[in-house]
């Protein structure tokens, strides 16, 4: 059969603050994982907390925090966090419409459950006409360069 998923998402003051998903199993919704959202005064992302179900009860297994935010106004739609995260892939896909992340961050560190800081992603950004332009990430696995890249917009 196909496979049924549900994501319900949980807003405060018009800042998302939890997202659990849930998969059927033709009985009974169960839930999965859970993100839990934190954020600067200024309204921009500081923190995601990643959970799953452990012997029925809710887990840690990482954290992703962002920081180093310019002030130019965010022009992206979404960001995809979907990385390596210890041996498996997080998929962590942000909607921002400028409520997330109101800037541009400069750097995501993703974290183990004990707090090792496993992956560091660096930002930098161009722009043209305050539109976002160019970004080059790279990528830091304990602190030695291991991934750059460089994508560019244009406005066709």
Known sequence: GEAV???????RKG???????FHHNNLNWVAENKKDFYYYPDGNLKEVMLFTIYQNQWKKYGAIQFSDYNQIQNTMAAIDLLTLFKDLYV????????NILTHHPGIINYYAENGELLITRKLTYSFSHLLRSNITEQKYINNILTDSKNYRYTLD
């Open 91 to 98: 998929p962590v896909y942000l909607e921002l419409n400028n």
């Open 15 to 21: 800042k998302l603050v939890s997202s659990v998903n």
């Open 5 to 11: 998923f549900l994501d319900i998402f949980t807003y």
